[in-house]
């Protein structure tokens, strides 16, 4: 089938189900990239980076060839033997092979094989369906054990970050050696994206201007890492070109050119994830794991913003507390898939308000939440995680309290004054010395009325409790705490009605 396609040139293209999880192979006679733009898990992809000298034979970058002297970098040599003679081609005129990308290709080469018998230049065996060749018995193609034997000759590289269930495009240029009229006869590699062998058709490509063969192959990862690999058995006939290999890119399917059709028979399957609890007024990401899928609907029911087209959705806020759907519609160019998911996302209850009192320079946060976190003049207080906090300093304070589904609320108080006494309706006392040893005492209060005195621990937990009988104005007040462990302590007097708070420190 001929098509024609916005590349640039005449395309052949048809879609081939091949392999496990390959989802169809894709070929287009033209030089241009097919997608631009793209998130390339691929390094070094156009040969670009090497140490080798580019030119026939000239350096050898597989370490089995007697002739190695160079690596690819990011790329692996394996199999081969001693004769083989892997190397870069250049756009030196009178190379042998056009170069699509940059300044240098990999050309694989490899002498003579026997792709289908022990007969030289046997190709009867050979199926072209689509873009793949077919119909190579078992045990073929083979070669002389100085070329690699059955194995051939490969270059493979290991890709990381892929996302298991999503679908990716493996996307390459193939060429083929150009050697005067010799090699006009299109030749055969393989490809194998880590589910076996898909072999595939070369063309000679003369410098300049020889057009050779897009490749797209759309494949499901199956895990986070992938091998892509290479393979050249070498010429499959006298007149057969070898592969020269250029442009090699591996990116999202979302990424793939729209221009392109959806592989035939490609079942899309809408799927993704999310953070499903969350607290109030707080966003999340959405993760897309759909196959074979280009565009994409999303609606979030109670969500800012309630809709999207993005692949992966950011930043979807949740204000109100609640069990809320998700709905997604995957879709290409003649098909699509819904899938919608009744209360993915449970946004938590509002925390319990926040408050701050003060009493003298003691600041009281409301009690019951899990965890406190004390700052000053927008600064974190190293070790400030109590439901009080003493000001040491005067300024700004605020206090974030964490309750028990992690989600935090804020309370703030301005214009604190360090060092005023405690004061709260009226009852006033310092208590002397802080930090104390054994004996406390409590000073300056003004009351003559009993009083109820009570001594907290950083847990809120009382450890200390008794009356205090009536005592004159400015009386000393002494209180055995010589009992109490190291630490900060709450001291609270109460009296006719009025409270007082303050903080001490136990040696």
Request: with cysteine.
């Amino acid at each position: 089938m001929k098509k024609s396609l916005l590349f640039f040139a005449l395309c052949f293209t048809l879609c081939h189900l091949s392999m496990a999880q390959v989802v169809c192979i894709m070929c287009y006679d033209q030089n241009d990239s097919i997608s631009t733009g793209v998130n390339n898990f691929i390094l070094n992809g156009g040969f670009e980076n090497s140490n080798c000298a580019p030119g026939y034979i000239l350096d050898v970058f597989c370490p089995n060839s007697s002739y190695y002297s160079c690596d690819l970098d990011n790329w692996t040599c394996t199999g081969g033997g001693t004769s083989t003679y892997v190397c870069l081609f250049d756009t030196t005129p009178g190379t042998r092979s056009t170069v699509v990308e940059g300044n240098r290709a990999a050309y694989m080469g490899n002498y003579f094989c026997n792709p289908c018998s022990a007969t030289v230049d046997d190709t009867s065996c050979f199926v072209t369906t689509d873009c793949e060749l077919t119909g190579i018995p078992v045990g073929y193609p083979t070669h002389d054990p100085t070329y690699g034997g059955n194995l051939g000759v490969s270059i493979e590289q290991v890709v990381n970050g892929l996302l298991p269930g999503n679908t990716y495009v493996l996307e390459f240029w193939a060429g083929g050696e150009n050697n005067a009229n010799y090699f006009i006869n299109p030749g055969m590699f393989g490809v194998d994206v880590g589910f076996g062998y898909n072999l595939l058709r070369c063309h000679q490509t003369p410098y300049p201007g020889g057009v050779g063969t897009r490749y797209i192959v759309e494949f499901n990862a199956v895990s986070t890492s992938d091998t892509i690999k290479f393979t050249s058995w070498g010429h499959v006939c006298s007149s057969c070109t070898e592969l020269v290999l250029d442009d090699v890119r591996l990116y999202p399917l979302a990424d793939l050119n729209p221009s392109v059709p959806p592989c035939a028979g490609a079942t899309i399957n809408a799927l993704f994830n999310a953070p499903h609890h969350i607290c109030p007024g707080t966003c999340t990401n959405f993760t897309n794991l759909s196959v074979n899928a280009t565009s994409y609907q999303w609606t979030f029911a109670g969500a800012t913003p309630s809709v999207s087209t993005d692949a992966n959705p950011t930043n979807v806020c949740y204000n109100t507390p609640g069990n809320y759907a998700v709905t997604l519609i995957a879709s290409n160019a003649t098909a699509s898939d819904t899938l919608t998911l009744n209360n993915y996302i449970t946004v938590y209850p509002y925390p319990a308000p926040q408050g701050i009192a003060q009493s003298g320079d003691t600041l009281i946060a409301n009690q019951g939440a899990v965890s406190y976190q004390w700052y000053h003049g927008g600064n974190l207080i190293p070790g400030a995680t109590d439901y009080f906090y003493v000001a040491t300093e005067s300024g700004d304070y605020n206090v974030v309290a964490t309750d028990a589904n992690n989600c935090e609320v804020e309370a703030a108080i301005f214009d604190v004054v360090a060092g005023v006494s405690s004061t709260v309706y009226g009852l006033q006392f310092t208590v002397y010395p802080n930090p104390v040893g054994d004996k406390l005492e409590i000073r300056s209060w003004n009351l003559e009325a009993a009083a109820s005195i009570s001594i907290y621990n950083l847990l809120g937990e009382k450890v200390m409790a008794f009356k205090r009988q009536a005592k004159s104005q400015n009386q000393p007040a002494p209180i055995n705490v010589s009992q109490l462990p190291s630490g900060s302590y709450l001291l609270e007097v109460s009296s006719d009605g009025k409270t007082g708070r303050t903080t001490f420190v136990k040696q």
